[in-house]
C-alpha cells in the first residue's frame, strides 16, 4: 500500500460523523466510568458497551463499515480508563487531608500528562504486542468479534436503551427520592459490614465479569471478613480493629504482589523481543495487507524517535510548571511510566485486567525511596502513571480489535488521542462535581464512594496497619501469580466492604444460573443461545451506564443546588 491510499484507508475510517458520535459517547462514558470507579472500586471494560453503541448509532445515519465503527468505539471508550487512573489513585489525597491542593487543575494536568505518555508509549510498543507477540487481548477480541456478529439496531437498540432507562429511575428512586434503601438484608455483625448493595449496577459488574474471577474475588471476602475478622476475634487473636487494620494490609500486599509478579514473570524476560520490535517498528508492514502493522507515524524511524522524544520532553515540563514536581524526579516518573506501559499491556494481552494503579504505587515507592516529595505529589505521581497504564491498557485492546478487522492503527491512535484528551477534562470536571457535592469525607472505606485504589494508595502514603500482614500478602500475591491465579482478585475481595463483593457474587450466580438454562436449551436452538448471550451482555452493560450516569447526573444538581442556594 502507498502513503496516498493507506491516507485515504484510515481518513474513510476517521470520519466527521464518527468523531462527532464518539465524543458524545466518551463525555457519557467518562463520567459515568468515574462514577463507577469511586462508587464501587472497579471499572469494567466498556470496549464492548461502546462497540454496539457505535455501530448503532453509525448505522441509523446510513452505511457504515465495521473499520469506521472500530475508531468510533475506540474515541467512545478512551476516556473511561483516564477516569479509572484519576479515580483509582487521587481521592487519595483527599482521604489524607490534602482538598485544598488538589483541584480541578490538578487533576487536569495529571490526567493530560498520562495521557500524553500512554499515547505515545503505545505507539512504540504497538506493533510488538499486537503483531509480534500476538497476545490475546480478550476485550479487544470480544469487540472485533460483537462488531462482525451484532447488527446494532432492533432488539439490540431496544434492550439496550430500556435497561439503561430502567437502571436510571431505579437509581433516581433510591439516591434522590430515598424511595428504596440502599442496603438489603444487613446484618450486625462486628467488623464486617454484611449485606446486600441495593445496586443494579453493582449485580452487572459481577454478572460480565464472571466467573472464575469472581469466584477468586468472593473468596477473598470471605477469607478476610469470616476468617481474619470474625473468626480471628473471635478466638481472642486480636481486636476488631486491628483485624481490620491487618485485611486492610493483607488485601494491599497481594495486589501489589500481583502487579510485581507481572513484572518479574511477563515483562523481563520479554525486554529483548519488546525492544527488537520497537526497532522494527518503523518499516514493518501487515501481513494482510491492510497497513495494520505499519508505524503510526509516517517517515522514517529517526523521525518518530524524534517525535516521540519531543512530545515526553513536552510532557516532563508539563508536570514539573503544573505539579512541582523536581526536573530530575519528572524525568525519573516519564521513564518509569514508559516501562510500566508496557507491564499494562502484558497484563492485559495475557489476562484482560490493568492493575494500574499498582503500577501507580510501584512507580511511587520507587520515587519516594530516592527523592523527598511532599506526600499530595506522591499521589500525583501515581495518578500520572495510573492514567498511562488505564489508557494503554484501552489503547491495545483498541489495536487489537483494528488487528482483527484490519482497521488502519493510525486512525485508531488518532481517535485515542482525542477521546483520551476530552476524557481527561470531563472525568477531572466530573470528580470536582462529586467532591463538591458530597464533601472530601465522603471518599473512603465504608463511606458514600469506596474508593478502594486511592484507600490503597493513601494508605501506602500514610504508613500500612500491619506491616507483617502485607509483606505475607505481597509474598502470597506473587507466589499465587506465578502459579497462574487471580491474586488481583483474591486481593480485591480481601480489601473491598463484604456487601460489595457479596453483591457481585449474586451477579455471577445469576449469570452461572442462566448460562446452566442456556447450556440446556444450546443442543436444540444453538441460534437461540448465541442471541441470548449477547443479550445478556447488552443488558448488564445498558444497566452499568445508566445508573452511573444517573448518579454523576444526581451529583451535578446538587452542586448546581448548593452554589445557588
Wanted: net charge neutral; aromatic share 8%; charged share 10%.
Amino acid at each position: 500500500m502507498d502513503n496516498t491510499s493507506g491516507r485515504a484507508s484510515w481518513r474513510g475510517q476517521l470520519t466527521a460523523r464518527g468523531v462527532v458520535i464518539g465524543c458524545i459517547g466518551c463525555v457519557i462514558i467518562t463520567a459515568s466510568s468515574a462514577y463507577t470507579a469511586l462508587k464501587l472500586g472497579a471499572l469494567p471494560w466498556p470496549i464492548v458497551f461502546a462497540a454496539i453503541v457505535s455501530l448503532f448509532f453509525l448505522k441509523l445515519l446510513g452505511n457504515a463499515s465495521l473499520n469506521e465503527a472500530n475508531v468510533t468505539h475506540t474515541i467512545m471508550s478512551a476516556g473511561a480508563m483516564v477516569a479509572g487512573g484519576l479515580a483509582f489513585t487521587i481521592p487519595g489525597a483527599w482521604m489524607l487531608g490534602y482538598a485544598d491542593e488538589v483541584g480541578f487543575l490538578q487533576m487536569l494536568i495529571v490526567a493530560l500528562a498520562g495521557t500524553g505518555l500512554g499515547l505515545v508509549a503505545t505507539a512504540i510498543i504497538h506493533r510488538h504486542f499486537i503483531v509480534d507477540a500476538s497476545l490475546e487481548f480478550p476485550m479487544g477480541a470480544s469487540a472485533a468479534q460483537t462488531l462482525r456478529a451484532t447488527e446494532a439496531g432492533g432488539k439490540t437498540g431496544r434492550r439496550l436503551f430500556a435497561s439503561m432507562g430502567l437502571a436510571g429511575v431505579y437509581a433516581v428512586l433510591r439516591d434522590a427520592l430515598g424511595a428504596v434503601p440502599a442496603m438489603l438484608a444487613a446484618l450486625p455483625i462486628p467488623g464486617v459490614s454484611f449485606g446486600i448493595y441495593n445496586s443494579p449496577m453493582m449485580l452487572s459488574v459481577g454478572f460480565l465479569v464472571g466467573g472464575v474471577a469472581v469466584a477468586w474475588w468472593f473468596a477473598g471476602a470471605l477469607l478476610a471478613n469470616f476468617g481474619i475478622v470474625v473468626a480471628g476475634s473471635a478466638a481472642g487473636l486480636w481486636a476488631v480493629d486491628a483485624a481490620q487494620g491487618i485485611v486492610k494490609s493483607l488485601g494491599m500486599g497481594l495486589m501489589m504482589g500481583a502487579g510485581l509478579a507481572v513484572v518479574a514473570k511477563d515483562i523481563v524476560p520479554q525486554l529483548a523481543s519488546i525492544a527488537r520490535g520497537v526497532r522494527g517498528a518503523g518499516d514493518a508492514r501487515g501481513a494482510n495487507g491492510t497497513g495494520a502493522a505499519e508505524s503510526l507515524v509516517t517517515g522514517s524511524v529517526r523521525t518518530d524517535a524524534g517525535t516521540f522524544a519531543v512530545l515526553a520532553a513536552a510532557i516532563v515540563v508539563l508536570m514539573c510548571m503544573g505539579l512541582g514536581l523536581p526536573p530530575v524526579v519528572s524525568v525519573v516518573v516519564v521513564l518509569l511510566a514508559f516501562v510500566t506501559t508496557a507491564m499494562s499491556a502484558q497484563s492485559c494481552g495475557q489476562t484482560g485486567i490493568d492493575p494500574m494503579e499498582i503500577f501507580g504505587l510501584i512507580v511511587l515507592l520507587l520515587v519516594s525511596a530516592f527523592a523527598q516529595v511532599r506526600e499530595v505529589q506522591l499521589f500525583f505521581i501515581a495518578g500520572v502513571v495510573a492514567v498511562a497504564c488505564g489508557l494503554a491498557g484501552d489503547v491495545m485492546n483498541d489495536f487489537k480489535a483494528g488487528n482483527i478487522l484490519g482497521t488502519d492503527p493510525r486512525a485508531q491512535w488518532l481517535g485515542q488521542a482525542i477521546g483520551g484528551v476530552l476524557g481527561a477534562v470531563v472525568s477531572a470536571a466530573v470528580m470536582m462535581a462529586l467532591v463538591g457535592a458530597y464533601g472530601p469525607d465522603a471518599f473512603g472505606l465504608g463511606k458514600e464512594f469506596v474508593s478502594a485504589q486511592a484507600s490503597v494508595v493513601a494508605t501506602m502514603v500514610s504508613g500500612i496497619p500491619s506491616v507483617p500482614a502485607f509483606v505475607i500478602g505481597l509474598a502470597a500475591g506473587i507466589a499465587l501469580y506465578w502459579a497462574g491465579l487471580p491474586a488481583m482478585m483474591l486481593g480485591l475481595g480481601v480489601y473491598l466492604p463484604f456487601y460489595m463483593s457479596f453483591t457481585a457474587a449474586l451477579g455471577a450466580a445469576l449469570k452461572w444460573v442462566i448460562g446452566r438454562v442456556r447450556a440446556a436449551r444450546a443442543a436444540s436452538l444453538p441460534e437461540d443461545d448465541r442471541a441470548a448471550q449477547e443479550a445478556g451482555v447488552v443488558i448488564a452493560s445498558g444497566v452499568l451506564g445508566g445508573e452511573s450516569i444517573v448518579g454523576v447526573i444526581i451529583a451535578m444538581v446538587s452542586v448546581i443546588a448548593g452554589l445557588t442556594a
